[in-house]
């Protein structure tokens, strides 16, 4: 049984164990940060083993082997965290090989494994940039960038100096979408 | 009858090693497929129907004396969301039986599909049955990995990508579930959910915040709660359309109900109102800002989704029966709208080809069957009267307008913009997808690229111009503007029966929860109840003077 279940000990943690689960998790996140999804798996599998010693580091004082019959119970090890260890260790195995499998199908299609940006979300910050309007946009109100006014501006928000191309097509297909706007 | 209880695990895992077994025959993997689930929903409606009069159902695995096993319990929350998850499968598996049927082999491998998608709904219901914290993570693992593959299905370009996004978050998430277990653990010597209830009053309250935030971060990463909601939109929307259906319906309700269930089981004393009134005020309003941003019709469906978590977090938030309650019935009304308009999606994406806003227009001229699925669909998520949208919203308006402080009248005006705002996310992509005519489409393509001429404007941007309701192979699909096919050629195709009728039964579903509101509402209270006593389902699991 754990340490607490008679609520009377308190956990007294291993502290080298506790620093090896600190280095080994923060290298986990450090590298799955990466581009490249082979590195990202190596974090992966890093917090995993650093998730099995977290548990070693719960089980409490280190004993002998839980077995039945070898050794009363006052002396075994604590057999959860083990249990949770193994089925942990065996999920952590599935996720590898999917993983490495996804990051060879990324590398077979795109012939690197890098994880990619979303597209979507580059074509919705490209249309805030490009100030693009709807068509229903009502051309008698002056558009409000700033590129209308100074074409040198720089655009605070994206960091780069606006597209005055970009500004002018907006303008312009917004003269087209009023005119196609008014026969309806 | 507690026999009951390991059915909705067991019986979706057997069909799934038969259907692996039987793989060189697609039809004798539907009909398993089919009688397994629609097993499964018998079970739930006989869980229903004896947890609403007795008090749950416990059951200790493996004849384990108790508290040494694992346990699966049934209370009326778990009854219900085994019903309305088993229902959603089911229909899903209807529409992809209706899809592969009309498509032949098509780009997804039929061998895998069955059976993954079985151990799918296994872990969803192993998730909701679970008594136990490390068997809830177990059920977790099980759906998400079922998830992956049929996030991947395939092996394409986009699903990889995709596919890619939502991996590493789900296993960042699963990664974090098993820190939060082992402190668990550590604190209160047990991971059974009964026995937790009991202890985690003992401990340092300090210690017990800290467990009950580490919980939280992981269930909110797995419910799309914000900020941790940037990787539902970025993967949902390229999976194929019955997949994108039954995640969005089931995957972040099983994160919002391990979230009910930690907070009203385990930290009852420290419901963390305020902070999770911020959280669920700005998962609504970022959500849907986000959807209002978008032009394809599977992303504006994702950004709502995860908009409408915000209103059950906040049901949650509130912690008093009101509150709860509203919670519980919003998260069965959710679930049902929103496979239903991904399913309606699907279709829209067989009859044009596309699903971006951009290129569609005249659908409900079309197919009035579609835009009158759409449309239903559409005012029910939006709220309108008297559809279950707007009976889950006023219970959750008025849970907070009884709550009665300030912030709770922010939330309410939230509430009520996110719903205004939810209506017009739908009203445009009805009048754009299905209202305007095909001209109309491209006469706002062609004031959005000047320099191209009518046929060119067509082409490059993929207007769908022509429809072919009748084809029943799609057409030569434009991928590249160098391609010289016709203008508005587009790889149309038909609505099959099954998809159709599969469509349809969701969204009757839907309206069904409009017309048993009343009695649903009941339930959903009485679930809340219980839930807020403890009592009942603590004595279910935990006989007297096993503590």
């Avoid at chain 2, 010597?189 to 003992?202: I, S, V």
């Avoid at chain 2, 915000?310 to 509150?323: E, Q």
């Avoid at chain 2, 699903?355 to 709220?383: D, Q, R, V, W, Y």
Wanted: charged residues 15%.
């Amino acid at each position: 049984m754990s340490p607490l279940a008679d609520g009377a000990a308190t956990l007294r943690p291993n502290l080298t164990l506790i620093v090896v689960v600190a280095v080994l998790v923060a290298t986990g996140v450090y590298l799955l940060l990466e581009r490249s999804l082979a590195r990202l798996l190596l974090g992966i599998v890093l917090m995993s083993n650093g998730v099995a010693l977290l548990y070693l580091v719960i089980s409490g004082e280190a004993k002998g082997a839980p077995l039945l019959g070898e050794r009363p119970a006052s002396e075994m090890s604590d057999p959860l965290p083990q249990a949770f260890v193994l089925t942990a260790i065996v999920i952590s195995l599935a996720t590898v090989a999917f993983v490495m499998a996804l990051a060879y199908r990324q590398w077979q299609l795109t012939g690197s494994d890098d994880v990619p940006d979303d597209a979507e979300d580059a074509l919705v910050q490209r249309l805030a940039e490009e100030d693009q309007t709807s068509e229903t946009y009502d051309t008698d109100v002056s558009t409000t960038t700033d590129a209308e006014e100074d074409p040198d501006a720089v655009d605070e928000a994206a960091g780069v100096p606006v597209e005055t191309g970009g500004a002018r097509a907006g303008t312009s297909a917004a003269e087209h979408g009023g005119g196609e706007a008014t026969p309806r | 009858m507690t026999w009951l209880l390991p059915l909705p695990v067991l019986l979706p895992l057997l069909g799934a090693a038969l259907c692996l077994v039987l793989r060189r025959s697609a039809r004798a993997q539907r009909i398993v497929s089919f009688a397994v689930l629609l097993a499964t929903v018998a079970v739930a409606t006989a869980l229903i129907l004896i947890t609403a009069d007795g008090g749950p159902l416990a059951l200790w695995l493996g004849a384990w004396e108790e508290p040494l096993g694992v346990a699966l319990v049934a209370d009326r929350l778990t009854a219900l969301m085994l019903l309305v998850s088993s229902i959603v499968v089911l229909v899903v598996l209807v529409f992809s039986i209706g899809q592969g049927i009309a498509d032949g082999e098509g780009d997804t491998p039929l061998t895998v599909f069955f059976p993954t998608y079985l151990v799918l709904s296994a872990g969803v219901s192993n998730a909701f049955l679970a008594g136990d914290l490390f068997n809830l993570f177990v059920g977790f693992e099980i759906l998400l990995f079922a998830s992956y593959v049929l996030l991947t299905l395939g092996g394409l370009g986009p699903r990889i990508r995709a596919g890619t996004t939502y991996v590493v978050v789900s296993l960042l998430s699963s990664f974090l579930f098993l820190v939060a277990i082992a402190a668990v653990y550590a604190a209160a010597g047990t991971t059974n959910l009964a026995q937790l209830a009991l202890r985690l009053r003992d401990i340092d309250p300090h210690v017990a915040l800290v467990l009950q935030i580490l919980l939280l971060t992981v269930f909110g990463i797995k419910a799309a709660v914000f900020p941790m909601s940037a990787w539902l939109p970025d993967s949902y929307p390229t999976a194929p359309a019955p997949v994108t259906a039954v995640f969005a319906g089931l995957l972040t309700k099983v994160g919002v109900y391990a979230i009910i269930r930690t907070q009203t089981l385990l930290f009852p004393d420290s419901p963390l109102t305020t902070p999770l009134m911020w959280v669920a005020l700005l998962t609504m309003v970022v959500g849907i800002l986000g959807a209002v941003a978008q032009t394809g019709i599977k992303r504006i469906l994702s950004f709502t989704l995860v908009s409408h978590i915000g209103y059950m977090i906040f049901g949650v938030a509130l912690a008093d029966r009101a509150g709860l309650s509203g919670a519980v019935f919003y998260v069965a009304h959710h679930i049902t709208i929103q496979t239903a308009l991904f399913l309606v999606a699907g279709l829209i994406d067989r009859a044009s080809g596309t699903t971006s806003l951009e290129k569609l227009g005249g659908l409900a001229a079309i197919s009035p069957a579609l835009g009158i699925l759409f449309f239903a669909g559409a005012m029910n998520l939006s709220g309108i009267p008297p559809m279950s949208g707007f009976i889950a919203k006023t219970g959750l308006l008025q849970a907070a307008v009884g709550l009665g402080t300030p912030l709770a009248y922010v939330l309410v005006a939230g509430m009520l913009v996110t719903s205004l705002l939810t209506l017009y996310v739908m009203a445009k992509t009805w009048s754009q997808a299905f209202w305007r005519t095909p001209s109309e489409a491209l006469a706002s393509v062609m004031a959005r690229r000047p320099d191209l001429d009518p046929e060119a404007a067509a082409r490059r941007e993929g207007v769908v111009l022509q429809y072919d309701l009748s084809a029943r192979e799609p057409a030569e699909a434009l991928d590249d503007e160098e391609d010289t096919g016709r203008a508005g050629e587009t790889p149309s195709r038909a609505l099959p029966t099954a998809m159709m009728g599969a469509a349809t039964a969701m969204i009757v579903v839907s309206l069904a929860i409009t017309l048993l509101a009343g009695p649903m509402f009941g339930y959903a209270d009485n679930a809340a109840r219980d839930m807020l006593q403890r009592t009942p389902y603590i004595d279910a699991v935990l006989p007297a003077g096993v503590r």
